[in-house]
């Protein structure tokens, strides 16, 4: 018997009906269905992967759940951990350092980028995340989330808003494993590879080849 409050799906192909599943087999917490199949090749084709959609099934559930389970864990060991004076300090000062480079250099949000670019996407994030995927620029965390876009763009990427060029070669030697922020305090704080020891910051555009050179040392040394 079907359910009165399930509405069929009828496509071209199959009709998918849900039905009263404890008067189909009595087991509990089960769901039946009546799956109606129009022509002989459809219903061999649906035959055949029955089994194969079984094992899918069980596999990307067991996935959803084991995900669940380290999203959980990682919250609950947040929550327990308590910091010792020695991280404190060292968190204190790293976030010290982030209002830094904010302050000194400023950041766009997306929504300032498309402006500035007279982006007709209906998005306004759009232009932003489409160099964000080419990893042409990087986005960091804003120490003040509650009043801020969750992400924004460190200014020195871009050079009348566009993003510099040189960038994404440094993106591309450090690979996609390297935490924003860390990018972001690796291109303002000098660096002995550079002449005087510079910030790559500061030859961003004067002198890229130099700096991407220096990201590719670093890389090396990093991953050693």
Not at 80 to 98: F, G, I
Request: positive net charge.
């Amino acid at each position: 018997m079907s359910r009165p409050d399930a509405r069929p799906i009828i496509g071209d192909v199959l009709t998918f009906i849900a039905c009263d599943s404890q008067a189909v087999n009595g087991r509990a917490g089960a769901h039946t269905f009546l799956l109606e199949v129009r022509g002989e090749a459809a219903s061999q084709v649906l035959r055949a992967s029955i089994p194969m959609l079984d094992r899918l099934l069980v596999e990307k559930t067991a996935q959803v759940r084991e995900r669940r389970l380290e999203v959980m864990v990682h919250f609950m060991t947040e929550q327990l951990l308590a910091l010792n004076p020695v991280e404190t300090d060292m968190a204190q000062r790293l976030a010290a350092r982030h209002v830094r480079v904010l302050n000194e250099f400023g950041y766009y949000s997306a929504e300032e980028l498309a402006r500035e670019n007279d982006s007709k996407a209906a998005s306004r994030t759009a232009l932003a995340d489409n160099w964000r995927k080419r990893r042409q620029i990087f986005a960091v965390a804003h120490p003040n989330k509650p009043s801020h876009a969750p992400d924004v763009y460190p200014a020195f990427q871009f050079e009348d808003y566009r993003p510099i060029k040189a960038v994404k070669a440094v993106l591309h030697a450090f690979g996609a494993d390297k935490r924003p922020w860390k990018i972001a305090l690796w291109f303002t704080s000098n660096n002995g590879w550079l002449p005087n020891s510079a910030r790559p910051v500061d030859l961003l555009v004067s002198d890229p080849q130099a700096v991407i050179e220096a990201a590719r040392r670093d890389a090396v040394e990093s991953s050693a």
